[in-house]
């Protein structure tokens, strides 16, 4: 008979959680004044072509459980091979059009969540709390929530396309 871990948790599957864990997180992990600092500096950021950046309470809430956490996924993948990731929305604080557009192409607003790959994606969150990743070959669906979003990201599933129009 196996002795009862009191630090495991049942919110995410066991590779997910030992990758967060690894990261820095915990449960009951809440930063709520760093998320704040950055709620402000996306808010008080402008493009040169008037773009502003929307931040709403699923963004906020996300930075503030896994804000800064640089998480490396265990090598292999159950479909492709995943990829380190940051929790920082300012790593996407000058793509307030790019994020602008695809919320209008969604019929939401969009909001940085941080990166993949060093630069190489996006991680957006809407205001809804879905989640998705912007690269050069299109933008992906990772998850209905934050919480299927890293799993995603960390187990290597292969998220599905958005349609291009």
Do not use: K, N
């Not at 495991?8 to 760093?34: K, N, S």
């Not at 929790?87 to 695809?102: E, K, N, V, Y």
């Not at 205001?127 to 669906?141: I, M, N």
């Amino acid at each position: 008979m196996r002795a009862f871990d009191r630090t495991a948790t049942t919110r995410f599957p066991a590779p997910v959680d030992a990758a967060l864990r690894e990261a820095g997180w915990q449960p009951g992990r809440w930063d709520i004044r760093q998320a704040e600092v950055w709620a402000d500096a996306l808010r008080a950021h402008t493009s040169p072509a008037g773009h502003r950046h929307t931040v709403f309470p699923a963004a906020v809430e996300a930075w503030a459980e896994f804000g800064a956490l640089r998480v490396q996924p265990p090598a292999g993948g159950r479909q492709i091979a995943p990829t380190p990731f940051l929790i920082d929305p300012l790593t996407g604080l000058h793509l307030a059009r790019t994020l602008s557009d695809l919320g209008r192409a969604l019929g939401t607003e969009m909001c940085p969540l941080g990166e993949e790959a060093d630069g190489q994606a996006l991680l957006t969150i809407d205001a809804e709390g879905r989640v998705y990743s912007l690269d050069h070959s299109g933008d992906w669906f990772l998850g209905p929530d934050l919480d299927a979003a890293l799993a995603t990201l960390i187990t290597g599933v292969q998220p599905p396309r958005l349609p291009r129009g």
